[in-house]
């Protein structure tokens, strides 16, 4: 669990500034979505959920935008606070019990 | 409180011994399943399970087998044939198990060689 994220893209942002957290997925088939945060040592925390037939959905400082044209999705945090540093990932789900994951990304907030 | 429970949180193995990880839940999830998690990778899947009694082998089954008497229960033994064993291990639930499900994870468990 501490070796987690080791050699991740990194992305630093200020106390309070807006963070965007990017995941390409890889599979057009892919109905179902999910943003996890993962702290050092702990399990996946589910963060939001959004279906293919949504473009947009939001959540209490969150928002996920999935682009199915170039198979993108991005996770907004709002006002990002030292509590939100840890490694998000994205996870991918076609209708069956395979979900893919993405490799995350660590977000530095910077006081 | 509901959730999933993963003990113990840190497990040694020694060569040629086999070990249990355990998996608890109280959602009433029809699926549980494990993952093993490396750094710099995404989770990969070992073994799952949709119902009491079934369960199918996933991406990196080898070394590993499991077990379903219970619906809220889903151990893990590593064997002595997985010869890389060092990772987090983590278990997971949802409903269904036909995907397209919001998947809840425990807390996880390091496994370490001694």
């Known amino acids: 669990g501490e070796s987690v994220g080791l050699h991740l893209p990194t992305l630093s942002v200020q106390e309070g500034d807006n963070s965007i957290i990017n995941c390409a997925y890889s599979?057009?088939?892919?109905?179902?979505f999910i943003w996890y945060k993962q702290e050092s040592g702990k399990g996946p925390q589910f963060i939001i959920d959004?279906?293919?037939?949504?473009d947009k959905r939001q959540g209490q400082r969150v928002t996920v935008l999935l682009n199915k044209t170039v198979k993108h999705l991005s996770l907004q945090i709002a006002a990002t606070q030292p509590g939100d540093s840890a490694v998000y990932f994205c996870?991918?789900?076609?209708?069956?019990?395979?979900?893919?994951f993405g490799t995350g990304t660590r977000l530095k907030v910077l006081a | 409180d509901g959730g999933i429970t993963q003990s113990p949180k840190y497990l040694f193995r020694k060569e040629g011994q086999n070990v249990t990880l355990s998996c608890e839940q109280n959602?009433?999830?029809?699926?549980m399943y494990w993952y093993r998690q490396d750094p710099g990778q995404g989770l990969r899947l070992i073994y799952y399970?949709?119902?009491?009694?079934?369960?199918q082998k996933g991406d990196i089954a080898e070394g590993y087998s499991v077990s379903r008497e219970k619906k809220e229960s889903f151990p893990l033994t590593v064997t002595s044939a997985q010869k890389n064993p060092t990772a987090f291990y983590l278990c997971?639930?949802?409903?269904?198990?036909?995907?397209?499900?919001?998947?809840?994870f425990g807390s996880g468990t390091q496994l370490s060689v001694l």
């Open positions: 997971a639930s949802s409903f269904a198990g036909q995907g397209s499900e919001k998947l809840f």
């Open positions: 599979n057009s088939a892919s109905d179902y």
């Open positions: 959004i279906r293919s037939n949504m």
């Open positions: 996870a991918e789900n076609s209708g069956t019990y395979k979900y893919i």
């Open positions: 959602l009433n999830h029809d699926a």
């Open positions: 399970s949709q119902i009491v009694n079934d369960f």
